[in-house]
């Protein structure tokens, strides 16, 4: 029996403690999942939406694989030992991860799909390429025993790190592709092998609140399902729009995550009236004139104990 819409939101909202969490639930959504394949990842284009629905595994897994060396085989079959842990580093666990099969290659795809806030490297204290690097390298490297044994490295799987990064300015919207490429430096040697094993793909979305439509359709896509518009237009867009259907786990996560900008948004007006007191005291200002402004006795008090803490 389906579940309804009011456990499918309590069960999300209980999983995913965090706005940034309750977007990782939504992109995990296989509809979502199934329009991120077929406009990012070229070997996908053709396919129709429900057979790329249909080749995305069951494993999808969100937030709970390592991602260091020797971690992310932990639970495969017959594995004996941990040759490839490196002693001394963190933890680092993927955002979203799934398997895709794509029927007419018979080729199975590793998925890492990862919500970014900031791909500023002023913030992030590194340039995001290189973590994109890292993340393909771990995807093949965690292959071995599991979908490779001894040498047989022509069964390493093609892997693919999609990161949607979500702090582009107006004229941001843009997706771009990292990948290995060869070329002859001497002679006219020429290998037609495929080496199109890894590749990490970025898809740019604008956080501007009066932006105009993308002319990606993905990109578009992704916009307005992470905007701050109301649910019910939301709902909207993707069902007359992108012909999405709204089943009940897909309006849970929509409903949490539209839950979560809210508060996030209150808590911001809050802090910037709280702020406003704190300057106004500052100021010299009396308990009656700040009242006059429209505040309230309690945010008085909470400003003023927020500079007594402070001092």
Known sequence: MADTYLAQAVEVANAASSYDTNIKFLLADKQILARILKYAVSEFKDMPIEDIMASIGEDIEIETRPLDAGLSNMGRVN???????????????????????????????????????????????????????????????????????????????????????LDNSEDGDAIEEISLDRKTVFGNKVNPYDIDLMRGIIINVRNGKAIKDSQNILVNMLEK??????????????????????TTELEGRMQTMCNWSEAILERGMEKERLNAIERMIQAGFTKEQIMSCGYTEKEITEAESALCANA
């Open 225 to 246: 399902l992470l905007s701050e518009t109301s649910i019910e237009e939301k709902k909207r867009i993707l069902t007359e729009e992108y012909g999405m259907i709204m």
């Open 79 to 165: 594995a004996s030992s941990t040759e490839d842990n490196i002693p001394g580093e963190g933890i680092i666990f993927f955002d979203i991860r799934f398997t895709a099969y794509h029927k007419e290659s018979e080729m199975k795809f590793l998925i890492n799909l990862e919500a970014q806030r900031s791909s500023d490297p002023g913030k992030l204290g590194y340039h995001l390429e290189n973590r994109i690097i890292f993340y393909l390298a771990r995807m093949i490297s965690a292959q071995k025993q599991t979908e490779f044994y001894h040498s047989d490295y022509d069964s390493l799987k093609k892997v693919r790190s999609i990161w949607i990064c």
